[in-house]
């Protein structure tokens, strides 16, 4: 199968790249770069060198739809809301790495993306692509909402809890830390080496773009509305995403039996592994690799559960999970090209 | 005055002197180290070459009594409390770094720390170092037992919001995050660089032998007992402690009244800097100082309260806090030897 | 085929099972540990959760041979010459990460290892494994010698130009880099975190066991003896190799021409990269791969030529080099299961 | 003493401003930044909040020099060759820490950095501030051109072998290894956190604007014309320079006769430390502080003395020393204001 990637030098497409390198089932026809258009990717990647040579291309919506099968989007908000219609029309499955088709309520985008959101069929049309728990959604998809990095961790750590009643839907605070390259290839001072290095930094509480998309996901499991706490900091690494999640047990629970409820509902999801008692997930315990690993304790004296849940940010949570949504959709093995050991140290 | 540093060779130690050098009352007239006894220094720790020759000594308690007026203890847990009370009974002053006289309560001391207490009289004489509300008991004390570094960061973060009144007590959540240096100058395959760089580590959910220390110094301030949940986690830097603080806020209260209310309380303090409304304080910026920075957000949409409060480990949370507890002790200005810039970037 | 892994939990064992996890022509039949036989692998490292699964084993020879077709060895100085002699008797193929077959001096090895070479027989029947360099000898071999992570790199860019006649073989100066993961996963102070990070060392000047390895092969290169100058830093940061060679040109080269001839010695040889006139290879831009970049530059001024040569010492410098070894010893094309991307960022 | 620093919000500035904000003869009358006046200093640097809390100024030179009796000038390159003829005019002395003056020849400077040099008469006056070296010239200067952070580490560690007649002055080779805030606060993809962390790169080898500073420096003590090779590389760490430093001995001598040869002559200047045999420094030991530390290694395999040099670029390679040379300029200890213990870890 044919694959295109729109918005081709960004860390979210460099990294698509990479795992559809090796896919067995797909090839890469084209990369189109608005900003770079003519140049090679090892121009502006040269750890491609050798590898990747054909040049980047502008985007010709018509022609491209005669070349490809589906389209990979990993542009900046506010792009694929605009050309992926083109796209759809001509029967193209498009796969969507930014947030433009992740909220239903075309209102609450605006409230937290300052911008107009997409037509709101198409916000009915795409499908939240949190593969783990909308599997059968995506199989049948045409438009894809591929979740962001946070919502992944936050989620798949949250989503067993709620669905088996275990905690309260309105106790929930997420405190995310997030490794460098989630603010992506664009300089600025605060992603500036010696900023940035031996620091750590807390920055937009309570205001991330993601906190309705984890919010809109939650309200499903649990029913009801809820709101959620979400603090986000940046960690001096490259890559690696913690949620340190923390919910008031309904009632008393030993970290044994959330344990075994969660390999329960993740039992035929290789890319989640719930971690044994006593142990728990390191970022790089999943660098590289699309696995989100899930760690718990259980606290008697304060009758809260704490989730810890990690991933590597550009994997599972975005160029990862892309390829295995592409695998379902395909009716392929869902780690089919994924199926890698995680890179330690 | 003439000072020792007991426990010399640990981080803790180490960056006493580097506080001791330069201030102005002081002299350093003792390192003792059990395990490089006549060594120099600088065969341990290159970096003082040329400026601290002297060697390492044993422990002579009478001897070294007659030397000095004051004793720290960089000690590792379960030796200050044998070797204090003999310095105590000379009426030589002791500054303890370790844990050994921070809680009151024996018993709540041999559940956390899995050993036997310090004699309670100990207990009871020794005056808990947080500098900035406790100053005048410090100002009076034989024996202060400085706070343990997550301490510090967190109650410092707190206390203000519950003397006001302005948080419930019971919904405490702190989420806090550690440099490396806070592991010590042990190794061990955690603190490995390979198994620790580029990676992010919660660790002792729950089971910190901080978490006591914190509740005992919060149930004073609320008047009534309560329990914290609080977490820890391992950075990739060698420096630094966020606390990432979730309480639910009694009433709606703004950042601006809350930011007013701290600003207020730590008049006259001028190591607490309480940071603008839309400014979150990171680790860098209070790198080698003895500075804590507080940060605010009051989140109308949950009710809830974050504050993030950053210390560096090392010397708000360790040695330098001991350094302005000498100085409050002798009734010197409380910022001698310590009012130095943050070293950035 | 069916292989074997004696030395499974240091960092070059596990980067084996990283790459043999995928390879489509071998299984690993066993995994050797010593120190942890009978634990699973996942309690050693819990990235492979749920992926390696089977316990770790005791070494039997007789047992293994008849089990497996191949052994890596990626165990300590001074194993593997114990143990690889009774795996030939039995006709099984042997790989050797370490230094013990690499000399084919015992007196050499003695002055440098101060320790008793392997046997003579074995040292002359060892094939030092410099894929690119030895690739006949490679694919007839019993017993291959891998070559050391600083060797590679730095024999790698030096070799064509002694091979040309370029650069006088006298005046070689090797200033090379490494990141931490070189010195393997056993503590010390040296690695621990707080002391390795931020921080930039040198260390064994002109006295790393790598230096005879390096003037072995070059020797046969220059057809004379030679000595370089050779120094070794520990660089904060997890993987990489970087080779920074000074040597004086023959007669007046430029740039182009250098890259030319490198061009034209590495054709057909995908894991070298001679990269473009102006562009220098970063460590990052072959993190997690195979590939040994070179860049040039040849200075008219001084009449000197540089050569910058990167590797991931764990890869190209230990495991990778070792797969590939074991393609060419087996024909398959040099390049299976180890043909992916580097992973940036 | 009064004192302006001109471009006041580069690292070279804020530096200076800590060791300022503690010098016990100095007052900091004015910060000038161009870009940014009106503002003040902590909403460009939050560390110093509550501490240095007077508005950045713009330039007016005959205002400033009735306020002040000092001007440094932290200023982009070609700055300065501007306005300190305006300050000198009125007999303000005048510290530059750009490169504008430390060439003599006009001609190189063109060559080396694109750009026409200051007028011959202010390269004349100019007195080229390596403190321990031309410590007599700099107590008379009026303009000191305060030396670049290479060629600081680089000539501490040679000029006393080329004074000593030690090497051979045509052999000499220095392989630089900078942390990042050497290259500035100014963004870029090169010191984007993604791009440099756990990386390794070389950089503009042979072509370095430092080049033509090292070599005027050591053709003085050499007594003849010379060219170095000189390779620079960046290594993910904020601070620190370490220069490794290869020249030919001229006869065979013993690492301990360099030492004793090395500590005469530095005798006296307690900012650089001749380390013990057997010990080399690492860039950490210096951290924050204004020390050199020399270690070095003779091989008598190969007729090689390798110098090993470190200093923190921003302290001995910049800030540091330029407030070492404003002590000489006023007949104070060399040492006032930077008498401070490295920072460690």
Redo the contacts between chains.
């Keep these: 199968m044919k694959v295109a990637i729109i918005g081709g030098t960004g860390?979210g497409a460099?990294e698509l790249?990479?795992f559809l390198?090796?896919h067995p089932y797909t090839e890469i026809e084209a990369i189109i770069s608005h900003s770079q258009s003519g140049e090679r990717l090892d121009s502006v990647?040269?750890?491609?060198?050798?590898?990747?040579i054909e040049p980047l291309e502008t985007l010709n919506i018509d022609q491209l739809a005669e070349r490809v099968e589906l389209v990979f989007f990993a542009t900046p908000p506010g792009i694929s809301k605009k050309l992926a219609p083109g796209f759809l029309a001509k029967r193209i499955k498009c796969i969507d790495l930014s947030g433009d088709f992740r909220l239903k309520s075309s209102q609450v985008y605006q409230d937290w993306y300052q911008g107009s959101a997409a037509e709101q069929q198409y916000l009915d049309l795409a499908v939240y692509g949190l593969s783990e728990i909308y599997t059968e959604e995506v199989k049948n998809a045409e438009l894809i909402a591929n979740p962001g990095c946070y919502p992944t961790a936050s989620l798949l750590g949250l989503i067993p809890a709620l669905n088996h009643g275990m905690v309260d839907p309105q106790s929930i605070?997420i405190?995310a830390?997030s490794?460098?390259?989630g603010a992506g290839?664009s300089?600025?001072?605060n992603?500036?080496?010696?900023?940035?290095?031996?620091?750590?930094?807390?920055?937009k509480?309570?205001q991330h773009k993601h906190i309705p998309e984890i919010e809109q996901a939650l309200q499903i499991e649990a029913g009801k509305e809820l709101?959620?706490?979400f603090?986000t900091?940046l960690?001096?690494?490259?890559?690696?995403i913690?949620s340190?999640i923390?919910v008031n047990a309904i009632e008393e629970i030993s970290t044994k039996e959330v344990i075994e409820a969660y390999t329960a509902f993740y039992d035929g999801h290789?890319f989640v592994?719930v971690?044994r008692e006593g142990?728990?997930?390191?970022?790089?315990?999943?660098?590289?690799s699309n696995f989100c690993?899930l760690?718990f304790?259980s606290?008697q004296?304060?009758g809260?559960l704490?989730i810890?849940s990690?991933i590597d940010n550009l994997v599972k949570g975005a160029s990862g999970q892309a390829v295995q949504n592409m695998n379902l959709l395909n009716g392929w093995e869902p780690s089919t090209g994924l199926?890698?050991?995680?890179?330690?140290?």
């Design positions: 860390y460099i790249i990479r390198y090796n990647y040269p750890h491609v060198t050798d590898l990747v605070i405190d830390k490794g460098v390259s290839r300089t600025s001072l992603t500036h080496y010696p900023e940035m290095n031996e620091n750590l930094k807390a920055y509480l309570g709101k959620v706490a603090s900091h960690v001096p690494m490259t890559r690696g913690m340190t923390y290789p592994r971690r142990e728990l997930p390191a970022t790089r315990e999943v660098y590289g690993d760690g304790y606290d004296r304060t809260k704490t810890v990690v199926n890698y050991l995680p890179i330690y140290p």
